[in-house]
Every structure is written in structure tokens, then in C-alpha cells.
């Protein structure tokens, strides 16, 4: 899951929205949620105030063509473009919202984010062979 992958490679935490119930990456603000919302107002736009259902499933599908479509190097740089005229600080932005992994020995997480951690092996393997407590502690034979 890409929820799942962007928190263990970069610490991108995730918030659910008050208003509208989407998670959305925190560190993002809300005016930067904002000035890339646009989808919405150009279906409606494409569609008509008065479309139905059908016209509108219509011209978000093709809004989806045009955007698959175009070229990812142009578009980031579009996108990093529009939020510094806005006033955004893009580097400060990203750095807040990608912070890094949270602990990078600690293994991958179980069912994404806040889920319980895998430890590493060497961690298995400590308690395993803990000569006190350890899975062999009585005896250091295996078995098949």
C-alpha cells in the first residue's frame, strides 16, 4: 500500500480532515490543499451546474485522461511554480511533511502506520538464544 510505503521510506503521516472525513499528509497546509483542488471545479465546469450523474462520471473521466497524459517533470515544476507565487515555502513544506523514517532499525510496520513493528532478526535472534530466558535456555539443540 502507498499509504504504507511512503511512512516507512519517507514519515509521511497522514491526518483525517475534519471537514471533509479524506486523510490527508500532515504538514501539508491547508492553504496549499486548497490552491491544488481543482478537479472538482472542472468536471463541474466541463459537466455543467445542471449535469447529472452520468455527465459528470463523463467529464471526470476524461479531466483523468488529460491528466495522466501530461508530463510528470512539467507538472511538478508547475505545481512547485503556482505554490511559490502563493507564498509557499515548497522545500520547508516538503521537509515537514516527509520527515523521515521513524526508526530505521526498528523494522517494517504491520498493517502501515502505527501498526505494531517487525522487530529486525538480530532482535529475534536475541531473544531466541537468550541463555536465560531464551526459546533454548534448557537446552541449545534443535530438533527438526
Not at 499528509?25 to 471545479?41: A, K, T
Not at 537446552?139 to 527438526?144: E, G, L
Request: charged share 30%.
Amino acid at each position: 500500500r502507498i499509504r504504507a510505503l511512503t511512512f516507512e521510506r519517507f514519515g509521511v503521516r497522514r491526518e483525517q480532515a475534519e471537514r471533509t472525513g479524506a486523510w490527508e499528509v500532515e504538514g501539508i497546509p491547508e492553504q496549499v490543499r486548497e490552491l491544488y483542488s481543482r478537479r472538482h471545479g472542472r468536471i463541474v465546469e466541463m459537466a455543467g451546474d445542471e449535469s447529472g450523474r452520468q455527465e459528470r462520471d463523463r467529464a471526470a473521466a476524461e479531466s483523468l485522461r488529460a491528466k495522466h497524459a501530461a508530463d510528470a517533470a512539467g507538472m511538478r515544476a508547475s505545481w512547485r511554480q503556482r505554490a511559490e507565487e502563493a507564498g509557499v515555502d515548497v522545500d520547508a513544506m516538503v521537509a515537514a511533511a516527509t520527515p523521515g523514517p521513524p526508526d530505521p532499525g526498528a523494522g517494517p510496520a504491520l498493517d502501515g502506520p502505527g501498526g505494531p513493528r517487525i522487530p529486525p532478526p538480530s532482535d529475534v535472534a536475541a531473544l531466541i538464544f537468550d541463555p536465560t530466558n531464551g526459546l533454548t535456555a534448557n537446552q541449545k539443540t534443535f530438533s527438526r
